[in-house]
């Protein structure tokens, strides 16, 4: 029997049949080879080839070659398919031969920095490449080692959030590094999509006036998973000409692809942690990813729980979380460990999706769908790093995207990868860019263009300054975060972590019950920038009840129909948090409490749909109805919009009314979770067609009878999910197709 079939056979046999949705074996694919090109380093080369490397995948000597001969380029292949090794190849040949060059590694995450140092390390020692001094520079650096790494290292490993933050208003200090820079690695650059990747795409433009200042020139590396148009998205991000090399030379392990739906009565969550609990009985290194922090401490707990009443106490030892918001230690212990399988499970959120090289995973279980294909493929090729045969289980949460994809896995497993989707133009992103470019050096009339950033004033050389006392960098938030809020042990002023400033309101709400490496805290105080908790043995979690106004500012684009009008609008979202609710393991409601919260204030982007009262008589809908039939349809289009844009759900959020005051008429919005708009309704908008026939069809299709998470209950839901109406929701949708039909 077959790796997979073996697998997928002790889950059934554990779990029951029921649940296996879809199971898939892609078969083993062989690799295609080519020699070293000869510009390579002979000292690189001899170290490499004893190394048992004797030869290069195709796309590693192409893209290699490329950026050798001064070509920007992007990677695009599989995960685990060597793209470190292709920017690395035409780097270290140049500083091997030429004393003083440099380079800059940019990732997204300070585990994949970690695991390209130690990469980075272990080949310059065995190639006998001396003045290199590899060093990551990032929030965890501490500041007496700062200014050695500056001056120091010719090979500097960052993120984006320092290149902002610290190298480009300080670029004067950086001038020799930047004077002799040569290459410029952008890894994971998929991930750049959204808020992050406008913000990204302003910060590299930033980035390149300043190298044309000091008169750099260097060579761009993108790598990024497999993409739709990998060469369009780099080049719109990095602001350069860029060859795409997309030809994958690298072998493949046998994979097996399970679709697993939960019992109607466990939650996604649990069930995570029951398959990864036999997994790791079974002996196979687990990794799990779950869509929040608070998940990704259930699973771990759940699972050693599960252990431990089946006596595998040793293996229970060995199961942890890891997430953002941990200190910088305890990261990297959680990466050491799990690199020497010290860790056999992890549950994590996104955190660890990107690149970090783990040897010798056996298993990926996917929670919920990750918001695109892309993200889901990179998870899924966690395992099976070394060739060796994989398993992936996609475990469906009760919602209308998971649910539509169980059913339709070609939409999941055959589907090409998706465009990412990204604003650059965002104003609420480009105006305060503008504002640091002026503060890095000042700006041109041509450069500032029809925009009006607050704090510049120009002068008589026609120049735009800053103002006196203006600090721009550090009001701008490149993960549409904003500051952080720093949790601590009420009892013994331990500092816990760290969250985002716009998602304390939810989380760390006075009573809410915040979870921190398997232990269950409740918030007593959230004041400014630090939320107190203290240690708790609740068994419940709690969920927060908001109230949201939407008031249009302008229409950007419109399309109508007889009786319905979808708009493309700026809208001014008003939301007030005023309570929330305690929901013990079980899913029952065990209470409410009200809350009394600053409102928070968001200018952004939504696509809008209004229909004529008339239409919804029609067919058979009243007024009594409309209010149930709008917020049904609204739930159940948010949780499809990710299938057409790429985003997820939770970057989202939605009002629907039955008498909106600014269209008097039944009106569904659809918006951006983040100001000025991320470019998700604007596809929405473009794609409207469509989403509304995938969410008609995921509603048609759910065998419930009055309506369920699976199709229309939603788990952000403010208003506790009433009033829903499913059969109501399917016939206002279905005015929406006859239209479109028509």
Excluded at 155 to 181: G, K
Excluded at 604 to 619: G, Q
């Amino acid at each position: 029997m077959r790796f997979g079939e073996e697998i997928a056979a002790q889950l059934t046999n554990a779990l029951g049949k029921e649940h296996v949705e879809h199971l898939r074996i892609t078969p083993a694919r062989a690799a295609t080879f080519a020699p070293y090109p000869a510009w390579v380093d002979p000292g690189l080369r001899e170290f490499l080839t004893e190394r048992g490397i004797t030869r290069l995948f195709s796309h590693q000597a192409d893209a290699a070659t490329a950026a050798h001969d001064g070509e920007n380029v992007v990677i695009s292949t599989g995960t685990s398919s060597g793209k470190s090794l292709a920017y690395l190849l035409p780097i270290l040949t140049r500083m091997a031969k030429q004393e003083g060059a440099t380079a800059l590694y940019l990732t997204p995450t300070k585990a994949l920095a970690t695991d390209q140092i130690r990469n980075v390390n272990a080949i310059i020692r065995g190639a006998a490449i001396s003045g290199v001094n590899p060093n990551a520079y990032d929030g965890d650096t501490p500041q007496e080692v700062r200014r050695a790494v500056r001056e120091m290292s010719r090979f500097i490993f960052t993120n984006p959030d320092m290149l902002h933050q610290a190298i480009l208003p300080d670029h004067a200090r950086w001038s020799r590094f930047l004077r002799r820079l040569a290459f410029v690695v952008v890894d994971e650059c998929h991930s750049y999509r959204g808020v992050f990747g406008a913000h990204m795409s302003q910060v590299m433009w930033r980035f390149q006036r300043l190298l044309a200042h000091y008169g750099a020139t260097p060579v761009f590396i993108a790598a990024s998973a497999t993409a739709a148009d990998p060469g369009a998205h780099a080049a719109r991000l990095l602001g350069v000409p860029v060859r795409a090399i997309t030809r994958d030379g690298a072998p493949r392990g046998e994979r097996t692809t399970i679709l697993w739906t939960p019992g109607e009565e466990t939650s996604a969550t649990t069930e995570a942690a029951h398959i990864m609990s036999v997994l790791l009985s079974e002996g196979l290194r687990t990794l799990t990813f779950v869509r929040s922090r608070r998940a990704a401490e259930t699973v771990a707990m759940q699972c050693g729980e599960e252990l431990l009443r089946s006596g595998r106490t040793e293996e229970a030892k060995r199961v942890a979380a890891y997430r953002a918001g941990y200190l910088a230690e305890d990261r990297r212990r959680l990466e050491r460990q799990l690199d020497t399988g010290e860790i056999i499970g992890l549950a994590t959120t996104n955190a660890l999706e990107l690149g970090i090289d783990v040897g010798g995973l056996d298993a990926v279980i996917t929670t919920g769908f990750p918001g695109t294909i892309a993200s889901f493929t990179q998870q899924a090729g966690r395992a099976g790093r070394r060739g060796q045969g994989a398993l992936s289980v996609f475990v469906a949460r009760d919602e209308p995207m998971d649910q539509y994809l169980v059913h339709h896995p070609e939409a999941l497993l055959d589907k090409p990868i998706e465009r990412f989707a990204f604003n650059p133009a965002n104003p609420y992103v480009v105006e305060p860019h503008l504002a640091c470019a002026a503060a890095e050096k000042p700006l041109t009339a041509e450069e500032i263009g029809d925009f009006s950033p607050a704090g510049l004033v120009r002068r008589g050389n026609g120049l735009y300054y800053p103002e006196p006392g203006l600090h721009p960098h550090q009001d701008v938030h490149l993960r549409g975060g904003g500051n952080q809020v720093t949790i601590v042990d009420a009892q013994d002023g331990r500092l816990l972590g760290t969250i985002d400033e716009s998602r304390a309101k939810s989380e760390l709400h006075p009573g809410a019950i915040y979870l921190h490496q398997g232990r269950p805290y409740v918030s007593e105080e959230l004041v400014d920038d630090i939320a107190l908790v203290s240690p708790t043995h609740a068994d419940f979690s709690t969920m927060t009840l908001s109230e949201t106004d939407i008031e249009i500012l302008r229409t950007v684009e419109e399309r109508r129909r007889p009786g319905i009008s979808v708009q493309l609008n700026e809208v001014e979202v008003t939301e007030q948090v005023t309570g929330f609710i305690r929901r013990h393991r079980s899913g029952e409601i065990l209470g409410q409490e009200s809350l009394h919260l600053p409102p928070d204030v968001l200018t952004t982007r939504a696509v809008t749909y209004t229909i004529d009262p008339v239409l919804l008589e029609a067919v058979g809908l009243t007024p009594a109805d409309w209010p149930g039939a709008l917020h049904a349809a609204e739930h159940a289009a948010i949780g499809i919009l990710p299938l057409i844009a790429t985003c997820d759900r939770w970057d989202l959020g939605g009002l629907s009314t039955a008498d909106h005051p600014d269209t008097m008429l039944p009106t569904v919005f659809v918006y951006d979770g983040y100001p000025g708009g991320a470019g998700f309704a604007d596809c929405g908008f473009e794609l409207f067609d469509d989403w509304i026939t995938a969410t008609y069809d995921t509603i048609d299709s759910c065998g419930c009878e009055s309506g369920c998470p699976s199709c229309i209950i939603s788990p952000k839901c403010g208003n506790a999910n009433e009033p829903l109406s499913k059969e109501g929701a399917l016939r206002l949708l279905s005015i929406l197709r006859t239209q479109d039909e028509g």
